[in-house]
C-alpha cells in the first residue's frame, strides 16, 4: 500500500490508465491480430501517458509493457527459438519506444503546431534504420504494413512507406495537441484545419490514382504452380540426402509433379508460368539435368518458365545450399537465375548478390526476387528504377505469417509501379496490379487447388518513388536535425 502511495503522491493514476488502454489498442494494432484502425489510435494514449509519467520507473514499467505486448502479438510469426525470440523482441522494442522518448524530451521545447512532428518524424527513421541497417528484420513491424485501404496506400507511390509510417504516427502527436488545447476550436482552428486537409488530400489523391490511372492495359496470363506437400523439415532431408538414392526418389516424384502443372498451365493459355520457393529440391550435381527438362518445356510449350530450386550439396547443411529461380525463355535458354538476396535468419542458404536482374519480353519487362527480398523497400526500388512492368515473386511462408506477409508486399507494387504476382507455398498466393488492387489470390490453407491463373497488365506506371527513392527519408532526418538545432539554440540563449 505505501508503494501504491507514493506513486500517487507524485503523479495521478491517469497516466497508468491512458496506458493499459493504449497498450491494449496497441496488441491489435499490429501482427496476428491487427485492427487497422487500432494503428491510428494506440499512440494517441500511449504518447499521452509517456509524457505525463514523472518517474524513471514509470518509464521502465511503459518500456516492460511494450516488450511483453509486442511479444504477444509476434508469438509464432519470427522464427527464431526460445531466447532468440526474445532478444529480437527487445531489439524491436527499442526502437519502438525511442520516439516516445525523443517526442517527451523535445515537443516541450517547440513552440506551436511545429511541435506535433516530432514523434512522426522520429516513428519513420527508427523504422528506416531497422529496415536498411541489417538483413534479418527488413520492414518487419513496420505500422504501414498495417493497413488496407487502397486509397490511403497509394501515397506510398509519392514517398514510399515512410510516408503512410509518418502519417499514422503525426495523427497521435497532432490529437495530443488538440489534447493540450482542450479541444477549444478558438485555439486549434488552423492546426486542425491544416491537419485535416492533408488527411483529405492523401485520400483524395488515393482515389483519383485508382479511378484514373486503373490498370487497363493490355494482359498476359501468368500460372503460379503450387504444389500441396510440405516441404521436409530439415531433419528428415538430412537423413534422406545421406541416403542419395532414396532422396532421389523423393523429389523425382515432386519435380514430375511440378512439371505435370506447368504444363497443364500452359495448356491453358498461361504464357509465362513459374513454382513457388524452394518447390525443387535437388541436389547440386543433379541440378543441370532438371535444369534441362525445365528448358525442354519452355521450348515444347512456348512459354517462359521460372524454375524455383532448392540446391543442396552433399555434405548439406554443413555446407548451404542455395534458394534460387532459374529462367528460361521460349527458345529453351536460360535467360539467367536469381538467388535469395536476403535470407531469413533461420535458411541454410547462402546470399545473392543484391542486384535485381530484368528480362525483356514481349509482355513487359520482368523482374523476381524470393519471399523476404519484397520485405526491404530500399532494395525493391531498384526494380522501380529500372522500370519493371510485373515482379515475380516465389515465396514460402507458414500458417502464423499468412495472410500478413503476402500483404506486406501489395506495397511494394504500389510504391514501384509495378503488377505483381506472389507464388506461395504454405501461405497466400497473390497477384495486385500498380495499384495493389487484387486480381487473384490463393490460400494454401484453404483450398487443395495448386495452379492460380492471373491475367496481369503488362504494362507497369511511373511513380515518383521509383525514381526519388527514399527522399521523404532523407526530408525528415534533415527536419530532425533541424528541430534539434532550434531546441539547443534556445537552451542556450536561456542559459546566456
Not at 147 to 153: E, F, K, P, S, V
Request: aromatic fraction near 14%; glycine fraction near 6%.
Amino acid at each position: 500500500m505505501s508503494a501504491f502511495n507514493k506513486i500517487k503522491s507524485n503523479e495521478t493514476l491517469a497516466p497508468y490508465l491512458l496506458m493499459i488502454l493504449g497498450m491494449i489498442l496497441f496488441l491489435f494494432s499490429n501482427g496476428k491480430w491487427t485492427i487497422p484502425i487500432f494503428t491510428w489510435i494506440a499512440p494517441v494514449f500511449l504518447i499521452r501517458a509517456f509524457r505525463n509519467f514523472k518517474r524513471w520507473y514509470s518509464l521502465f514499467a511503459f518500456f516492460v509493457f511494450i516488450v511483453v505486448v509486442h511479444s504477444i502479438r509476434l508469438k509464432g510469426m519470427i522464427p527464431a527459438p526460445g531466447a532468440l525470440y526474445y532478444i529480437i523482441i527487445i531489439s524491436g522494442s527499442t526502437f519502438i519506444i525511442l520516439p516516445y522518448f525523443l517526442d517527451r524530451w523535445l515537443s516541450k521545447s517547440i513552440n506551436g503546431f511545429t511541435a506535433t512532428l516530432v514523434f512522426p518524424i522520429a516513428s519513420l527513421i527508427a523504422e528506416y534504420a531497422v529496415s536498411t541497417s541489417n538483413g534479418y528484420a527488413g520492414s518487419w513491424g513496420s505500422i504501414a504494413h498495417t493497413q488496407d485501404n487502397l486509397a490511403l496506400m497509394q501515397f506510398t507511390s509519392i514517398t514510399g512507406m515512410w510516408g503512410l509510417t509518418f502519417i499514422i504516427a503525426w495523427t497521435g502527436s497532432a490529437m495530443n495537441w488538440f489534447w493540450d488545447k482542450r479541444f477549444e476550436i478558438a485555439n486549434i482552428k488552423k492546426s486542425i484545419i491544416l491537419f485535416c486537409m492533408i488527411i483529405f488530400s492523401i485520400f483524395l489523391f488515393g482515389q483519383i490514382r485508382n479511378s484514373f490511372f486503373s490498370s487497363d492495359s493490355n494482359t498476359v496470363r501468368v500460372a503460379s504452380i503450387i504444389h500441396n506437400e510440405s516441404l521436409a523439415d530439415s531433419t528428415n532431408f538430412i537423413q534422406d540426402i545421406k541416403r542419395l538414392s532414396a532422396f532421389r526418389n523423393q523429389t523425382s516424384q515432386t519435380q514430375t509433379k511440378l512439371l505435370s502443372l506447368s504444363q497443364k498451365a500452359a495448356d491453358e493459355g498461361a504464357k509465362i508460368i513459374f513454382l513457388h520457393e524452394a518447390s525443387l529440391l535437388v541436389l547440386k550435381d543433379d541440378e543441370k539435368e532438371l535444369v534441362d527438362k525445365g528448358c525442354k518445356l519452355a521450348r515444347d510449350k512456348n512459354i517462359y518458365f521460372g524454375m524455383s530450386l532448392f540446391v543442396m550439396p552433399k555434405d548439406f547443411p554443413k555446407t548451404k545450399g542455395e534458394a534460387k529461380i532459374v529462367w528460361i525463355d521460349p527458345k529453351g535458354n536460360i535467360i539467367w537465375d536469381f538467388n535469395k538476396a536476403y535470407p531469413t535468419p533461420s535458411d541454410p542458404i547462402n546470399a545473392g548478390e543484391k542486384i535485381i536482374k530484368t528480362f525483356d519480353s514481349p509482355y513487359g519487362r520482368i523482374a523476381s526476387v524470393i519471399c523476404f527480398d519484397m520485405d526491404f523497400p530500399t532494395f525493391i526500388n531498384q526494380a522501380g528504377k529500372k522500370n519493371v512492368d510485373i515482379m515475380l515473386v516465389p515465396a514460402n511462408d507458414w500458417k502464423e505469417i499468412t495472410p500478413y506477409h503476402a500483404n506486406m508486399s501489395k506495397l511494394r507494387a504500389i510504391e514501384n509501379g509495378f503488377s505483381m504476382v506472389r507464388c506461395t507455398g504454405q501461405g497466400l498466393s497473390l497477384a495486385v496490379d500498380y495499384n495493389g488492387k487484387v486480381l487473384n489470390q490463393l490460400n494454401y490453407y484453404q483450398t487443395e487447388e495448386n495452379i492460380m491463373i492471373s491475367d496481369v497488365p503488362i504494362k507497369g506506371i511511373k511513380t515518383i518513388y521509383a525514381k526519388m527513392g527514399d527522399w521523404f527519408v532523407w526530408v525528415c532526418i534533415i527536419g530532425l536535425l533541424f528541430i534539434f538545432g532550434k531546441v539547443f539554440y534556445r537552451r542556450k540563449n536561456k542559459e546566456q
